[in-house]
């Protein structure tokens, strides 16, 4: 089945500086790779995904990009703000088994002002 | 568009009960919803995925007699623990695929079991 890795665990950064997020995946069948955040407590929440016929895409502040090569994609977030900070999750998706997600283990953004 | 609620958010309950949660689509209809267990500090954990009137597939490891799932219509599935014991505590979360899109999954608000 699918494997997906994600690093770093944890990342600070500091209010206005960019956060990159990157993930890797195993299955070559994989075509849709969202990103999702989520705070303390509450529902993971879709930010932005890509498909595997775009290389990239960009929403505001929030950027992915698929290297469908080198089977990895990473989340972008440039300006930062405090209100950044939270998990965030990469999954990818095959399409098959009803489209079920594999999430990665997730990224904690810190945020300092 | 596309709102997951979940019912109840928090629940309590004594070791040996059973507990179910509701999970509602309320602006659309799904036929796949997915049932994830999600542990403190830890990632999203896919139990099993449920489709409309048809028996759900559980993940390797999942109990399927412990953790029942029922798709009976296109906007509800439940899931019931049964025989809940403290290692269930959990906050258990559920997602539903908008029937018309690519594959995108919407999830609900989550539910807090705690089993004393």
């Known amino acids: 089945g699918e494997n997906v890795e994600q690093h770093p665990s944890t990342l600070s950064v500091q209010e206005g500086d960019s956060a990159v997020i990157k993930c890797t995946y195993s299955?070559?069948?994989?075509?849709?790779f969202p990103w999702y955040k989520q705070e303390l407590g509450k529902r993971p929440q879709l930010i932005i995904d890509?498909?595997?016929?775009?290389g990239e895409k960009k929403d505001q502040r929030i950027a992915v990009t698929l290297n469908k090569t080198a089977k990895h994609f990473s989340l972008h977030i440039t300006e930062t703000q405090p209100e950044d900070s939270a998990v965030y999750f990469c999954?990818?998706?095959?399409?098959?088994?009803?489209?079920?997600?594999?999430f990665g283990k997730g990224t904690l953004l810190t945020v300092n002002p | 568009g596309a709102v997951v609620s979940q019912h109840p958010s928090r629940v309590i309950c004594k070791s040996g009960t059973s507990v179910k949660i509701e999970c509602r689509s309320l602006?659309?209809?799904?036929?796949?919803m997915f049932w994830y267990r999600q542990f403190p500090k830890q990632s999203l954990m896919l139990m099993a995925t449920?489709?409309?009137?048809?028996?759900?597939?559980?993940e390797q490891g999942v109990e399927k007699d412990k953790f029942l799932i029922n798709h009976a219509s296109l906007t509800l599935s439940t899931l019931t623990v049964t025989s809940a014991h403290p290692e269930d505590s959990s906050f258990y979360i559920c997602?539903?695929?908008?029937?018309?899109?690519?594959?995108?999954?919407?999830f609900g608000p989550g539910t807090r079991l705690t089993v004393l």
């Open positions: 890509i498909r595997s016929n775009v």
């Open positions: 449920s489709n409309e009137g048809s028996k759900a597939t559980y």
């Open positions: 299955d070559s069948a994989s075509n849709y």
């Open positions: 997602s539903a695929r908008v029937q018309s899109s690519y594959n995108e999954q919407f």
């Open positions: 602006d659309f209809q799904a036929t796949t």
């Open positions: 999954a990818a998706s095959s399409g098959g088994s009803n489209y079920k997600l594999t």
